[in-house]
C-alpha cells in the first residue's frame, strides 16, 4: 500500500489545477515569445523602421497598446472598495508598504550595482524593475498559495496608487540622487525624473482610472458577482495577450543584441534570481516572527517578491527606447518570475502546516 499523499501535497496539485491552459504554462508562452520575436528581427530586417513610423512622442504605437493592453484587465479585478479591510490591519498595512517601499527598492538597487556595476543600461533597468512593486501576477500566486484573497487585493490597490505617486520620485532618488552620494560612477546616464514620471502617469494612470470605472460601472450594471463570474474570465487573458504582444515586438527589435551576447541576458538574470529568493524567504520569515497567520504571511511574502514588469517594461521603452539594455532587463523579468514563484508556491503550501497546531 503506497503511502498518502501530503496535506500540502494535495493543496498544492489542487491549486496549480485551477490554472487555465494559459496561466499554467506562462513560462513556455514567454519563451515562445522571445522565440517568435527573435525570428521575426532575423525575417523582417526592416521592423525598426515600420515601428518608428508608427511613433508618437518617441513611443511605437502597436508597442504603447500592448502595454496598456496587458495593464487594464488586472486593474479591472481590484476590489476598490475593500481598502478599509487592510487599512485596520495596522501591523500588515506598516509591514507592507515598509517592505514594499522602503527595503524591496533598496535590496534591487544594491543586487543591481553588486552584480551590473559595469553595464549601466542593465542595472538601470533592474532598479527600474524594483521600483514597478507587483499589482498584477501576484494576485495568481497568492490565490495558488491560499494567502487571503482580500489582503492581496487591497495591497495591489495601494501599490497602484503608489506607484503614481512615488515612482517618478524614487526614481530620481535611486537612479541619480543616491549614487551621488555614494560616489558611485553612474557612466554618464542622464535619467530624468519628470520624464518617467509622466510615463507612469500614461502607462499606470490610463489603465489605472480604466480598471476603477469599469470595475464601478460594471458592478453597478451587473452585480458583484456576475461581474466576476463572467466579465472578469472574458478580459483577463488579455493582460497575458498584451504581455506577449510587447515580448514579440521587444525581441524582434532586440533579436541582434540578444544572439550576440547572450551572456547579459545570464547576467540579468542572476540578480533577478537572487532578489525573489531574498525577499520572499526574508519577507516570510519575517511575517511568521511578528506572529501573522499563514493567510496573512504568505500574502505579504508574494507582493513583497513579485514585481510589475508590464509597468518596469513600459517606463524603460518610454523613456530610453525600445531597443535599450533597460528595456531587455525589463523583459528578461517574467521569464525569471514566473517559474521561481511557481516554485515559491509549493513551498509556501509545504510550510502550512508550521502555522497550524499539530492534532492529538
Known amino acids: 500500500m503506497g503511502r498518502p499523499e501530503s496535506p500540502a501535497r494535495e493543496v498544492s496539485a489542487s491549486a496549480v489545477a485551477k490554472l487555465s491552459t494559459l496561466d499554467r504554462f506562462l513560462a513556455v508562452w514567454i519563451l515562445l515569445a522571445m522565440a517568435v520575436g527573435l525570428g521575426l528581427g532575423r525575417l523582417v530586417p526592416g521592423l525598426n523602421e ?3 513610423a508608427m511613433e508618437v512622442g518617441g513611443i511605437s504605437l ?3 497598446l500592448g502595454l496598456l493592453v496587458m495593464m487594464y484587465p488586472v486593474l479591472a479585478k481590484v476590489r476598490y472598495d475593500r481598502l478599509d479591510t487592510v487599512t485596520r490591519d495596522r501591523r500588515l498595512l506598516v509591514s507592507s508598504l515598509v517592505i ?10 544594491a543586487l543591481a550595482w553588486i ?14 524593475v524594483g521600483l514597478a512593486r507587483c499589482i498584477a501576477m501576484v494576485i495568481i500566486w497568492n490565490d495558488l498559495a ?5 489582503a492581496a487585493a487591497v495591497l495591489v490597490a495601494l501599490n497602484s496608487v503608489f506607484q503614481v505617486l512615488l515612482f517618478g520620485v524614487l526614481g530620481w532618488f535611486y537612479l541619480d540622487l543616491l549614487p551621488g552620494w555614494l560616489g558611485l560612477d553612474t557612466g554618464g546616464l542622464d535619467v530624468s525624473p519628470w520624464l518617467i514620471a509622466l510615463n507612469v502617469l500614461i502607462f499606470l494612470g490610463i489603465p489605472l482610472a480604466a480598471g476603477f470605472l469599469t470595475r464601478r460601472t460594471g458592478e453597478k450594471r451587473m452585480g458583484r458577482e456576475r461581474y466576476e463570474a463572467r466579465f472578469l474570465p ?9 504581455l506577449l504582444f510587447t515580448i514579440v515586438l521587444l525581441f524582434a527589435l532586440q533579436g541582434e543584441r540578444i544572439t550576440s551576447q547572450p551572456l547579459d541576458v545570464a547576467r540579468i538574470a542572476v540578480p533577478l534570481l537572487a532578489y525573489f529568493v531574498l525577499m520572499w524567504f526574508g519577507t516570510f520569515a519575517f511575517a511568521k516572527a511578528i506572529g501573522m497567520d499563514y493567510d496573512r504571511t504568505t500574502t505579504l511574502a508574494f507582493t513583497a517578491a513579485g514585481n510589475n514588469f508590464e509597468l518596469a517594461i513600459a517606463v524603460a521603452i518610454a523613456t530610453f527606447g525600445v531597443t535599450s ?8 523579468g517574467p ?20 502555522f497550524v497546531p499539530e492534532r492529538r
Open 234 to 242: 472574458r478580459i483577463g487573458p488579455w493582460a497575458l495577450y498584451g
Open 146 to 150: 491560499c494567502g487571503h484573497r482580500e
Open 50 to 52: 515600420l515601428l518608428a
Open 100 to 109: 514594499n517601499w522602503l527595503v524591496g527598492p533598496a535590496v534591487m538597487f
Open 335 to 354: 521569464l525569471i518570475e514566473v517559474p521561481v514563484l511557481i516554485a515559491l508556491v509549493y513551498v509556501s503550501l509545504a510550510w502550512r502546516k508550521r
Open 325 to 332: 539594455g533597460q528595456a531587455l532587463a525589463g523583459v528578461v
Open 62 to 64: 502597436p508597442i504603447a
Open 115 to 128: 552584480f551590473l556595476a559595469d553595464l549601466p543600461e542593465y542595472r538601470t533597468g533592474l532598479i527600474i
